[in-house]
C-alpha cells in the first residue's frame, strides 16, 4: 500500500509538472508569435533552434538517457551504490569530453550545418541562421549533461528536478525576450540567447538534488568499467532508430526553406 501511494504521489509530481511544462511552453510560442510573427527571423531561429534539439534527441535525452537508465539501475540494484557512482562519473567523463568537442565544431562548421537543414534561403536569412546557430549550439552541452542527471535522479526515484527542468528552459526564453528584446539590432537574438540560459538552468536544477544524493559527478578515466562496453552496445541501435527518424526533420526542413 505504502509503494502504491508513492507511486501514485509521484506519477501526480510528475503529471503536475508536466502540465506546466506545456503551459508554459505555450505561453513561451504565443510570445515568439507576439513579438516576432511568421518571419523570416523565425524561420531562421527554429531552424537554429531544430539543430541542436536533433543531436539532443541523439546522445542526450533519446539514445542516452534509454541505453543509460537500464545499466544504472542495475548496478545500483545487483551491486552497491558505491558501483553505481563510479558508473555514472565515467559516463559524465566521457559525455563531457564528447558534447564539448561536438560543441566546438558545431560552430565552426554552423554555415555547413544551417545548409544541410536550410539549402532554400536567401543569403539574408541564411547568415541569421549561422549567426544564431552559432550562440545557441552549446545548447547541446548542456542538455546533455541534463539528461544524465535526469536518468540518475529518476533511478534514485528523485522526479522534481527532472520533471521540472523544461519549465526553466521557457520561462528562460520568455524572460530574455522581454528583456533583452530592445539591446539587439535585431531582437530574434534575444530568444537564442534565452535557449543557453535555460539549458544552464536546466542543468543547474539538478546538482543540488545529485549533491544531496551522494551523486553529483566527478571526472573519471575508469573507461574500462564493464558498465561502458554494456552501454555502448545499447546506444548504437537507439542511435540508429533515432538517426533515421531525424532524417525526415532534415528531408522537412528543406523543402520548407525553399518556400516563399
Known amino acids: 500500500m505504502k509503494d502504491k501511494r508513492s507511486l501514485a504521489r509521484s506519477a501526480g509530481l510528475i503529471g503536475s509538472l508536466t502540465f506546466l511544462s506545456r503551459i508554459t511552453g505555450y505561453a513561451r510560442d504565443v510570445i515568439m508569435a507576439y513579438f516576432f510573427g511568421a518571419t523570416a527571423f523565425t524561420d531562421a531561429f527554429w531552424i537554429a533552434f531544430r539543430i541542436p534539439n536533433l543531436l539532443r534527441r541523439l546522445f ?6 534509454i541505453s543509460f537508465i537500464p545499466v544504472f539501475t542495475e548496478t545500483l540494484e545487483n551491486k552497491s551504490r558505491e558501483e553505481a557512482k563510479k558508473v555514472s562519473d565515467v559516463v559524465f567523463t566521457i559525455l563531457i569530453i564528447s558534447v564539448s568537442v561536438i560543441s566546438v565544431l558545431g560552430i565552426i562548421f ?15 536569412t541564411f547568415e541569421l541562421a549561422v549567426g544564431l546557430n552559432r550562440i545557441m549550439f552549446p545548447y547541446i552541452f548542456f ?21 521540472f527542468s523544461p519549465v526553466l528552459l521557457n520561462l528562460a526564453m520568455i524572460g530574455t525576450i522581454f528583456l533583452l528584446y530592445d539591446r539587439y539590432e535585431l531582437p530574434i537574438y534575444a530568444a537564442a540567447v ?3 540560459v535555460g539549458g544552464a538552468l536546466q542543468l543547474a536544477i539538478q546538482i543540488p538534488y545529485l549533491k544531496a544524493n551522494g551523486f553529483l559527478f ?3 578515466a575508469n573507461f574500462r568499467n564493464p558498465a ?26 528543406q523543402y520548407a526553406s525553399f518556400m516563399q
Open 228 to 253: 561502458v562496453k554494456k552501454i555502448g552496445l545499447l546506444i548504437v541501435p537507439q542511435l540508429f532508430g533515432m538517426a533515421v527518424y531525424n532524417l525526415n526533420l532534415i528531408v522537412s526542413s
Open 60 to 65: 542526450a535525452e533519446g539514445s542516452l538517457t
Open 110 to 124: 554552423s554555415p555547413y550545418i544551417v545548409k544541410l537543414f536550410a539549402y532554400g534561403f536567401d543569403q539574408p
Open 218 to 220: 566527478r571526472f573519471s
Open 194 to 196: 534565452g535557449v543557453i
Open 143 to 163: 542538455i546533455s549533461l541534463t539528461a544524465l542527471a535526469m536518468g540518475v535522479l529518476n533511478s534514485l526515484r528523485q522526479f522534481f528536478a527532472p520533471a
